[in-house]
Every structure is written in structure tokens, then in C-alpha cells.
């Protein structure tokens, strides 16, 4: 059975930093990208960040480049987002997800982890 379990989410103030995780498990995910979605209140979830599976290529929604970088460790199965100069807009639920096409359709889906960034 396939999970991805993140973790790393919790409240920050604004300005701050903050680092998920995702640790995959279940089945190999060689050639498979990685990346992180989003969920505020009220709006419909959105691409965040995504990996691909060398790490050669990294892409990011415009709202957050310069200030989110994805990275993953395949060794361990696990994906990164490292969130810095957190804004109060960036509250949400984040999510893991895995797939051939990630940033389309991703084929895997964690269940989320809640971050919130107080002003």
C-alpha cells in the first residue's frame, strides 16, 4: 500500500521559516517526480513546488519562488520543502503527492499537514 506521510507543519509567525517533510513508502518511486500542493480555506488546492526524480529539475509556483526550495533525498524516499520568509497568505494545508506527471496529475497523495503563519 502506498503512503506519503508529511510532517513538519505547525504555526509560525510571519517571517519565519519552516521545514516539511514527506516520507514515501509502499512501492519504488524510481523515475517518479515529487511535489507539494496547497489547500487554503475557502480556495481550491494549488500547485506549491515539485522535484523531479534525478533533483535535476525543480519547479515552483510564482507565489512562492525565491522563498520555497524543494529538494528530496531518494535514499530515503523522502521529500522537502523548506519554507522561508513565511507569509500569512501561505496558510494551508500542504500536501505530498507523487507521480509520472506530479504537477498535472499527481497519482499519490498524502494527507496533509497544517501550516500557519500568524501576522
Known amino acids: 500500500q502506498v503512503q506519503l506521510v508529511e510532517s513538519g507543519g505547525g504555526l509560525v509567525q510571519a517571517g519565519g521559516s519552516l521545514r516539511l517533510s514527506c516520507a514515501a513508502s509502499?512501492?519504488?518511486?524510481?523515475?517518479?517526480?515529487m511535489g507539494w500542493f496547497r489547500q487554503a480555506p475557502g480556495k481550491e488546492r494549488e500547485f506549491v513546488a515539485a522535484?523531479?526524480?534525478?533533483?535535476?529539475?525543480?519547479y515552483y509556483a510564482d507565489s512562492v519562488k525565491g522563498r520555497f526550495t524543494i529538494s528530496r533525498d531518494n535514499a530515503k524516499n523522502t521529500v522537502y520543502l523548506q519554507m522561508n520568509s513565511l507569509k500569512p497568505e501561505d496558510t494551508a494545508v500542504y500536501y505530498c503527492?507523487?507521480?509520472?506527471?506530479?504537477?498535472?496529475?499527481?497519482?499519490?497523495w498524502g494527507k496533509g499537514t497544517l501550516v500557519t503563519v500568524s501576522s
Open positions: 522535484i523531479s526524480w534525478s533533483g535535476s529539475s525543480t
Open positions: 503527492a507523487a507521480g509520472n506527471n506530479v504537477v498535472v496529475v499527481p497519482t499519490y
Open positions: 509502499g512501492r519504488t518511486f524510481s523515475g517518479d517526480g
